[in-house]
């Protein structure tokens, strides 16, 4: 049943091509870059005239929901605001007119999301479902629903559904783009085509990094803690790296936006700390050029002090390696999608660990897969 995987946990990281490639399609246009979404339900008239989006999710979902804010609020100018469902009923939510609420969930099930979708209801705003299970609670009281079709997770450590939501929420930002008129036709087409590319691209850093990720986890899985650290997009995956890490490894770590770091946590550092920084980029985007030159920098602030750098790096970028002690390559893409790709050596870098350090990596200690208590 494991696919001749040593842990389920493994067997879906290996799915990721797969579970990508199945949530776009029939939802993509290769020949004309339009996005097909009939499930949501809502019409385009509503898609314009919105004027916030507000996001409720937990833990990994959330994350997703950090890294949809970047992609919706760049692609189809329409403000998001991010919630934690178990915070959301509890700060007096004020909606506004036109508000759509989006809840994300692998499960559908989990009990403070529904209940962040109880509130939205209760206030009017319309709810759609970003869910990987057919049928399930959420996306029975949603308007409209986009499936992940990442197919069942086993491991409690969520992996596979985490790059489908992340996979989801771009079709989601270009086809809000496109109801709200702000994506030109060419651009549409350039990223729908760039990502029809991300499963190979997968596909190619799970064949390259794995080794990688094993003779890391050699050096560091003794580490007391572990730092990851992102600017922009990569932040919300910095945390995802974070949380990877503790819930299977029980290391603590945390995630970090990168330029935050001097504002305090750079107390921090010392030459027993690793730390994990996503310094990828897209040369083609002066957006993201910018952020990547900030990254350097500090990446530079950490190695002045001894801390011990493993980098993620896009593919080509030879500068990187003669700065900090470890990279990691990925293929390069758009900004936008960068995210799905440097995901996979953080979910294989904790993994490894894990089993260095004889953890249950299936069944991590106190988790459950479904959490339906608030
Ligand atoms: C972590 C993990 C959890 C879930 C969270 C929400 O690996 O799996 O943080 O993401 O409990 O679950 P869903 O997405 O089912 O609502």
New binding site residues.
């Given amino acids: 049943e494991k696919g001749g995987y040593k842990h389920f946990m493994l067997k879906e990281i290996n799915e990721q091509p797969r579970a990508i490639r199945d949530t776009t399609l029939g939802r993509v246009s290769l020949d004309s870059g339009q996005v097909f979404l009939p499930d949501l339900k809502l019409g385009p008239e509503e898609f314009r005239r919105a004027t916030q989006l507000t996001i409720a ?6 994350h997703a929901a950090l890294a949809g804010k970047f992609m919706i609020e760049r692609l189809a100018r329409l403000p998001v605001e991010v919630d934690y ?1 178990s915070e959301y009923r509890y700060r007096s939510p004020i909606a506004s007119p036109n508000e759509i609420g989006l809840l ?7 009990a ?2 529904i209940a962040a979708q109880r509130e939205m209801t209760s206030l009017g705003i319309p709810t759609l479902a970003i869910c ?1 299970v057919v049928g399930a609670a959420i996306t029975r009281e949603a308007h409209g629903t986009i499936t992940t079709n990442a197919g069942p997770e086993i491991g ?4 596979k ?2 790059t489908a ?1 992340l996979t989801a929420l771009f079709t989601l930002a270009l086809y809000l783009a496109q109801q709200r008129g702000t994506a030109a036709a060419e651009h549409s087409l350039h990223l729908v085509t760039e990502l029809s590319k991300i499963p190979g691209k997968v596909e190619e850093v799970l064949r390259s990094v794995d080794d990688a990720c094993a003779n890391l986890a050699k050096s560091f899985s003794n580490a007391r803690d572990f730092l990851f650290l992102g600017r922009g997009i990569h932040y919300p995956i910095a945390l995802e790296g974070a ?2 890490l503790k ?1 299977i490894s029980y290391i603590h770590a945390e995630g970090y936006p990168a330029g935050e770091m001097k504002h305090g946590p750079n107390a921090l550092i010392d030459e027993s700390l690793p730390v994990v920084v996503i310094a990828t980029q897209d040369p083609t985007d002066p957006q993201s050029v910018l952020k990547y030159e900030k990254t350097l920098s500090n990446i530079q602030e950490v190695t002045a002090r001894s801390g011990r750098v493993i980098a993620i790096a896009t593919e080509g970028d030879h500068e990187i390696s003669k700065l900090v002690e470890h990279t990691l390559h990925v293929p390069a893409a758009p900004e936008l999608l960068l995210p799905i790709l440097e995901t996979v050596p953080l979910q294989l870098l904790a993994y490894h660990i894990a089993v260095r350090r004889g953890c249950d990596v299936d069944q991590p200690r106190n ?1 459950a ?3 339906t208590v608030e």
């Fill in positions: 999710a937990c833990g990994t979902s959330w469902a994300i969930t692998q499960s559908g099930e989990t403070d999301t990987n409690v450590a969520s992996t559904a985490f939501q949380l990877k819930e988790l897969k479904s959490v």
